[in-house]
């Protein structure tokens, strides 16, 4: 492990906090209204612990299997680590998502959430979930309608065993500012409204390292930052899980 990249990725973190900082004061939020998850994905165990050291404590992770061996890697870490499946989720692997990890950002159907509920160990807390908007109506992302998502939130109040906490969404790339504000502004209205009917409901995850700023002006409450804190990815290793 080289003294440059631990500089590196603390000095990124340290970075990528100031723009988060400075976005929300440019909209009049406090910063602390936005939660950093440091998406880990195809990154090795040896650069999420830099991190760690750094004092980030929130990851994110795409692969399952993947995910699950970082999980384990790093069991029993005080003060505990907090770890959030943020890729889209087959059927097949959904128990491993319900054993090991924290948090589900990508509910999108009745199905996967059933399944997640009734394989979520009763040892462990609620599993604490996110219903994933296609936002931008693409046909190959994962998500779900606005108009779907009151359903689908009641469905899953009814589960005892996952905890819905909001939303989240990865909007198509937008071109300038505006256009993402504009995407990023229907969320926040979806949002709002699902806090009327579950005032448990406090996480509008939305926002990657293009797209932050727009994103805090609109209201996120969580930015999922990858490339910016640990540099670009290489996918040639990356287990596609």
Known sequence: ???????????????????????????????????????????????????????????????????????????????PLVWHFIGPLQSNKSRLVA?????????????????????????????????????SDESSKSGITLAEVPALAAQICEMPRLQLRGLMAIPAPEPDNAQQLAVFKQMAAAFTQLQLSHPQVDTLSMGMTDDMPAAIAAGSTMVRIGTAIFGARDYSAATKS
């Not at 906090?17 to 009049?28: G, K, L, P, S």
């Not at 159907?109 to 462990?124: C, E, F, G, T, V």
């Open 1 to 79: 492990m080289s003294q440059s990249q631990h500089h590196a990725i603390s000095k990124n973190l340290q970075d990528v906090q100031a723009r988060i900082a400075a976005a929300a004061q440019d909209c009049d939020r406090s910063s602390e209204e936005v939660t950093l998850l440091a998406v880990s994905k195809t990154k090795p165990a040896s650069d999420v612990a830099l991190a760690i050291d750094a004092g980030q404590l929130a990851f994110g992770e795409n692969y399952v299997q993947e995910g699950v061996d970082k999980i384990a890697h790093f069991a029993g870490h005080q003060p």
């Open 99 to 135: 054993e090991n990890f924290d948090w589900c950002h990508t509910i999108d159907r009745l199905k996967i959430a059933q399944r997640l509920n009734d394989q979520r160990p009763a040892s462990l807390p609620p599993l604490q979930v996110l219903i994933q908007v296609n936002i």
